[in-house]
């Protein structure tokens, strides 16, 4: 007993026990892909035009922070669907009521300035109500109106609306969630419902009498009310702003999925009757795994659309969802790098196709236009993958590792320590 105390208080100086690593050096494949995506802001900030040589210009530097978006919301499909079993049709819809979100604020502002620096040459100082009055006005005029409608009771307060991207999408899943789960409702009728649901709020957002401008959606986001800096020098903000948000939301999902926690959502998707047979509240993991993902869906949705500049109903269109399932596909679900791989490789893959810079072919007979082949492609690449590639590109990091030799040279390879045998390892 007191070799074994001394030998303790000599591994570690303090006497006590051994502290446990910090999660991400415990996960080696999550320090990697921060490091990565580490290595990719920095190369990207030394070539941009904003702080950089200008190699990349500032379209492209909104193009990339974009997809580290795109990413973000990839990471959530994946873990309701690739780790949950939960396909939902409906992610899409969080995504863009956290653009609403912020878009209120952003409209309301820029509006805001603009108003008050029209009535500074007046004869008589405008009053509030003069000043929201004209706010109204300009904004709401498009649609015929010129009240604010009860929506925007908060848009004037950043702080508040902050708060909306987050309590948005996680109210609504809350709610759907708990009502779809109670009822035990599970695959393709699970899929239906979020679907319906994200066709219900995109056709009502549609209307004008929304409150929410309508076919007309909000426009004007990139421009940071109060903020004087070139577009070169905001879309870096944003760039950084969504790979921050990226790394911490890797790392959340990376928490979750690993432990037990991460051992019970994964027998839920493997046989969710087992699981509750064991003891385990099935609705109440789904519930709040669906939920997280809504909000990490709303915030990725506040970074997305600032850098786009505009957001409609269209954006939440049902398809964009469908989309969206195709991209964590074709990466790889259940590998949250797959997902990250899989939206990143398909944004920048659309773009390049539907921009115009991919080269048109003449075959003589007929001329083959990308844009308007794109669609098409991208959906034969989904009935590809999972046909003969159900790994996605990810799987190709699975390949890899089955091919090494295990090393395990002077480990214990049976149920005593004596057990080293050099042959058995080589094998």
């Given at each position: 007993?007191?070799?074994?105390?001394?030998t303790?208080?000599?591994?570690?100086?303090?006497?006590?026990?051994?502290?446990?690593?910090?999660?991400?050096?415990?996960?080696?494949?999550?320090?990697?892909?921060?490091?990565?995506?580490?290595?990719?802001t920095?190369?990207?900030?030394?070539?941009?035009?904003?702080?950089g040589?200008?190699?990349?210009?500032?379209?492209?530097?909104?193009t990339?922070?974009?997809?580290?978006c795109?990413?973000?919301v990839?990471?959530a499909?994946?873990?309701?669907?690739?780790?949950?079993?939960?396909?939902?049709?409906?992610?899409?819809?969080?995504?863009?009521?956290?653009?609403?979100?912020?878009?209120?604020?952003l409209?309301?502002?820029?509006?805001?300035?603009?108003?008050?620096d029209?009535?500074?040459n007046?004869?008589?100082?405008?009053?509030?109500?003069?000043?929201s009055?004209?706010?109204?006005?300009q904004?709401?005029?498009?649609?015929?109106?010129?009240?604010?409608p009860?929506?925007?009771?908060?848009?004037?307060?950043?702080?508040l609306?902050l708060?909306?991207?987050?309590?948005?999408p996680?109210?609504?899943?809350l709610?759907?969630?708990?009502?779809?789960?109670?009822?035990?409702?599970?695959?393709?009728?699970?899929?239906?419902?979020?679907?319906?649901?994200?066709?219900?709020?995109?056709?009502?957002?549609?209307?004008?009498?929304?409150?929410?401008?309508?076919?007309?959606g909000?426009?004007?986001?990139?421009?940071?009310?109060?903020?004087?800096?070139?577009?070169?020098?905001?879309?870096?903000?944003?760039?950084?702003?969504?790979?921050?948000?990226?790394?911490?939301?890797?790392?959340?999902?990376?928490?979750?999925?690993?432990?037990?926690?991460?051992?019970?959502?994964?027998?839920?998707?493997?046989?969710?009757?087992?699981?509750r047979?064991?003891?385990?509240?099935?609705?109440?993991?789904?519930?709040f795994?669906f939920?997280?993902?809504?909000?990490?869906a709303?915030i990725?949705g506040?970074l997305?659309?600032?850098?786009?500049?505009?957001?409609?109903?269209?954006?939440?269109?049902p398809?964009?969802?469908?989309?969206?399932?195709?991209?964590?596909?074709?990466?790889?679900?259940g590998?949250?790098?797959?997902?990250?791989?899989?939206a990143a490789f398909?944004?920048l893959?659309?773009?390049w196709f539907?921009?115009?810079?991919a080269?048109?072919?003449?075959?003589?007979?007929?001329?083959i236009h990308?844009?308007d082949?794109?669609?098409?492609?991208?959906?034969?690449?989904?009935?590809l993958?999972?046909?003969f590639?159900?790994?996605?590109?990810?799987?190709i990091?699975?390949?890899i590792?089955?091919?090494?030799t295990?090393?395990?040279h002077?480990?214990?390879?049976?149920p005593?320590?004596?057990?080293?045998?050099?042959?058995?390892?080589?094998?």
């Open positions: 007993m007191t070799d074994q105390t001394s303790l208080s000599a591994s570690y100086p303090d006497g006590g026990a051994p502290r446990a690593k910090p999660f991400v050096m415990r996960h080696p494949s999550v320090l990697i892909f921060l490091a990565c995506l580490a290595i990719f920095v190369g990207v900030t030394i070539l941009s035009e904003g702080f040589i200008g190699v990349i210009s500032t379209s492209f530097i909104k990339l922070g974009k997809t580290l795109l990413c973000l990839a990471l499909m994946d873990l309701v669907w690739g780790y949950t079993g939960i396909l939902s049709l409906g992610h899409f819809a969080f995504f863009g009521l956290g653009g609403y979100a912020i878009g209120m604020w409209m309301y502002e820029r509006t805001r300035l603009i108003v008050v029209s009535m500074a007046a004869a008589l100082p405008p009053t509030p109500q003069e000043i009055d004209g706010i109204a006005t904004i709401f005029g498009v649609v015929g109106a010129s009240e604010f009860p929506v925007w009771a908060t848009a004037h307060s950043l702080p609306q708060l909306a991207v987050v309590l948005l996680g109210l609504l899943a709610v759907f969630g708990w009502l779809a789960f109670r009822s035990r409702v599970t695959g393709v009728y699970l899929s239906i419902l979020t679907q319906a649901m994200t066709l219900a709020l995109s056709l009502y957002l549609f209307q004008n009498d929304s409150g929410l401008r309508g076919n007309n909000l426009s004007g986001l990139q421009n940071l009310p109060g903020v004087s800096a070139p577009q070169s020098v905001v879309s870096m903000w944003f760039l950084w702003g969504s790979a921050l948000a990226l790394g911490l939301g890797y790392v959340l999902c990376a928490w979750v999925v690993s432990g037990k926690f991460g051992s019970v959502i994964r027998g839920i998707r493997d046989d969710e009757a087992r699981v047979f064991l003891g385990y509240s099935v609705e109440g993991y789904k519930l795994v939920t997280l993902t809504a909000v990490i709303g990725a506040a997305y659309y600032p850098q786009a500049g505009i957001i409609n109903p269209a954006e939440i269109a398809i964009a969802s469908i989309y969206l399932a195709v991209w964590v596909a074709i990466g790889g679900r590998r949250l790098y797959g997902a990250v791989i899989g398909v944004s893959v659309s773009t539907t921009g115009g810079q080269p048109d072919i003449n075959l003589g007979f007929y001329t990308w844009v082949w794109w669609l098409i492609l991208l959906g034969l690449s989904f009935v993958v999972t046909l590639f159900p790994k996605g590109i990810g799987g990091f699975d390949i590792a089955e091919r090494r295990p090393e395990r002077g480990a214990d390879l049976g005593d320590q004596g057990s080293l045998r050099e042959q058995e390892a080589d094998e």
